[in-house]
């Protein structure tokens, strides 16, 4: 009997559903993904509110009917159900305590600083159709500077990845986090040498996964940036 | 040959150190509990810094020499590594996907919102020796109004826990998040009928164990704000 897909809802515009796509694809996990456009609301309204997920919020999945949101709690699950590489969530020397100590710092640390820069350096001008607030910038930026600072510090070593030598979703969740200032036009690497080597490597490790999933950013970035400038222009 | 016991770093003040003491005393998992004072900063300096753990944090465990963090990560490594009570964690009917789910909920939602509150109504006055900012405070209790009614309505039912009939460790973060706010006066249960319900429940079911961790969370409270209002009638 084939197993039945699962349905993974998501928009490339946000981290955890870029982290996710890209485990999905990897480890290929049977999916069927549905788009869910942050940008027009489509997270907030209709059929994805009522019948998805009560949490207004991507990334979320439905497996077998059983519906799940929160994409870290996704990834557990999908690595307890489903066959899924040892490498992502290893057991050897007790790889999934350390790979668990990053996804709750992360919480707290780069999720927050990462999200902050995206909301006040692109989303919230999008959505309000302005210019951004330096102000606001300049505080989220100085955020992200030192939990960056503090990522390269406490997580990264002379090891190829972050709990050794092979890829785990600690990589591949800091990865998609780093890259919502980044594709902006945020310097990421400046003097962080030990920040370059290590996204250099995940990204090769990665491959076209990572590629194709991060090319779809991009062009939607740049096409939504495209329709800020008309709507802007418009107004003055 | 007997089980080495951990070594656990705590302070009663913190939410996320009680949860845990309650966890290994009720799983009669073997531990020496080490005493750090946050109000004495003894989590930012010497050996617990150099030697324990690298985030400055409580609760930290050294399990066999290795180190962890996060409490939440700690969870999951006994949950792994040591003999626990299956209703904590468990596997039937995707029970642990669900734990999952609302632990990572908790870190942006129940952990920031009890935290601000009292660390704008309890510790920042403690540290500087001032009275609490009423703006700040009025700020934070309404960001923590909002986020109880979340947790009423996206985690709490008519079932007697929040994933069933057993309790588990979303039910322990959570009142141990709850109490922070509860322990220094504010009103948790003011027409939140379903909440009082489940708080009663949960208390309940732990007995003893809570009883005896929140008692010293309450008299390290009552001890700090005596010394407290002297040093504030001493600076007038």
């Known amino acids: 009997m084939p197993m039945q897909p699962i349905k993974f809802y998501y928009d490339v515009l946000n981290q955890s559903s870029r982290a996710l ?16 456009s942050l940008l027009k609301g489509e997270h907030l309204t209709g059929e994805y ?14 497996d077998h009917g059983f519906q799940l949101s929160e994409s870290v709690a996704i990834f557990r699950h999908l690595a307890r159900e489903k066959l899924v590489p040892e490498h992502w969530y290893p057991r050897k020397n007790l790889g999934r305590s350390r790979v668990d100590e990053y996804l709750e710092w992360r919480q707290r640390n780069m999720g927050v600083a990462c999200t902050d820069y995206f909301q006040q350096k692109w989303l919230v001008p999008y959505l309000q159709k302005t210019k951004p607030n330096e102000r606001s910038v ?16 406490l997580f990264l070593s002379s090891k190829r990845f972050m709990i050794g030598d092979n890829i785990s979703y600690a990589d591949l969740m800091a990865i998609c986090e780093i890259d919502q200032p980044k594709y902006i036009g945020y310097n990421t690497f400046a003097s962080r040498n030990k920040l370059t080597r290590w996204y250099d ?22 096409k939504a940036e495209k329709g800020h400038k008309e709507a802007i222009s418009l107004k003055q």
């Open 49 to 62: 509110r009522d019948k998805v997920t009560r949490f207004k919020k991507v990334p979320a999945i439905s």
């Open 21 to 36: 796509y890209i485990f999905l694809e990897a480890s290929k996990i049977p999916f069927e993904a549905v788009p869910i």
């Open 138 to 153: 300049d505080v989220a930026e100085k955020q992200l500077e030192r939990t960056l600072n503090d990522f390269e510090n």
């Open 201 to 222: 490597a995940v990204r090769e490790e990665l491959g076209p996964y990572y590629k194709q999933v991060s090319s779809e950013f991009e062009n939607k970035l740049r």
